[in-house]
């Protein structure tokens, strides 16, 4: 019994002092890894936005559920409906332009509408040439008669060949900004 009370006192005497360095009381860092307990939790599975998973084939990168919206998202309530827009919708910069109006029509014009309609309106930017159908002279009396509400509808739901802009124009302001620079344009002729 002796004996048994012997290992015990032993083991309790190692066990207390395998945990003293003597050089100090704070724990020593190694470089070795921890001891998981429960495997799954050190080594999960970690998908990069363009891998696939490979529990369900699919892409990685998921899609929202069907019909979630984001925050403060308002649908654009004409689309498809060119009329509508046409006559509802009215531009709020109308007797209201000015320079900062004039420089960002302008500046949206230049990067998203020139490379097809050209500086002036006339449908002959540099890549209407190598178009199988022109784009349209914004001059033009069909043009000239839409509303503003018209020009609008169609540079935020597209029309014929022409697509939406919606998604590189989010903000309405820079496309009202542009129907203001093209009813200038149409002035200047």
């Not at 084939?57 to 019909?67: C, N």
Request: charge should be positive; charged fraction near 25%.
């Amino acid at each position: 019994m002796k004996r048994f009370i012997f290992q015990i006192v032993l083991l309790v005497l190692v066990t207390a002092f395998s945990g003293c360095t003597g050089k100090s009381s704070r724990p020593k860092l190694s470089g070795s890894p921890n001891v998981e307990v429960i495997q799954d939790m050190m080594d999960q599975p970690a998908l990069k936005n363009q891998d696939y998973d490979p529990h369900t084939g699919e892409a990685a990168s998921r899609l929202p559920p069907e019909g979630t919206v984001p925050k403060g998202y308002e649908p654009y309530k004409y689309k498809g409906d060119p009329q509508g827009a046409g006559a509802n919708l009215k531009n709020p910069f109308q007797g209201k332009e000015n320079q900062d109006v004039f420089s960002l029509g302008k500046a949206k014009y230049e990067t998203y509408c020139m490379v097809c309609h050209g500086a002036k309106g006339g449908g002959d930017g540099p890549v209407a040439p190598k178009m199988a159908l022109r784009p349209p002279t914004l001059n033009s009396d069909k043009v000239r008669g839409l509303s503003d509400g018209g020009i609008y509808h169609i540079i935020t739901d597209g029309q014929g060949v022409m697509a939406s802009y919606a998604y590189q124009l989010v903000e309405e302001r820079d496309r009202w900004a542009i129907v203001s620079y093209v009813r200038s344009l149409q002035k200047q002729k």
